[in-house]
């Protein structure tokens, strides 16, 4: 049973923006905090945004800190992130999970940013 399914990634320049989408089943969304996540190559996963289960508290990596947005609806089971004000340094594939990537990862979305 398919439980995160990102979408929204693609080919943007430097300094333009994006917003990621995640889906999850109801069962993860609802009982746990979310976060998104990225792997570029040759690195570690890492968390840059998470968000509480009422999406009323968020934290950030200082590398993504004033530029990226998460937030979340809860009646659709969906988590998004707005990306603003890309860096090549962002470069990389996308994923949603719970805090703490308990949940199967999905196939994550990916972003390049390059001119």
């Known amino acids: 049973q398919v439980q995160l399914v990102e979408s929204g990634g693609g080919l943007v320049q430097p300094g333009g923006s994006l917003r990621l989408s995640c889906a999850a089943s109801?069962?993860?969304?609802?009982?746990?905090?979310m976060g998104w996540y990225r792997q570029a190559p040759g690195k570690q996963r890492e968390l840059v945004a998470e968000?509480?289960?009422?999406?009323?508290?968020?934290n950030y990596a200082d590398s993504v800190k004033g530029r990226f947005t998460i937030s979340r609806d809860n009646a659709k089971n969906t988590v998004y992130l707005r990306m603003n004000n890309l860096k090549v340094e962002d470069t990389a594939v996308y994923y949603c999970?719970?805090?703490?990537?308990?949940?199967?990862w999905g196939q994550g979305t990916q972003v390049t940013v390059s001119s």
């Open positions: 109801a069962t993860i969304f609802s009982i746990n905090a």
């Open positions: 968000i509480s289960i009422s999406g009323g508290r968020t």
């Open positions: 999970n719970t805090v703490g990537g308990f949940a199967q």
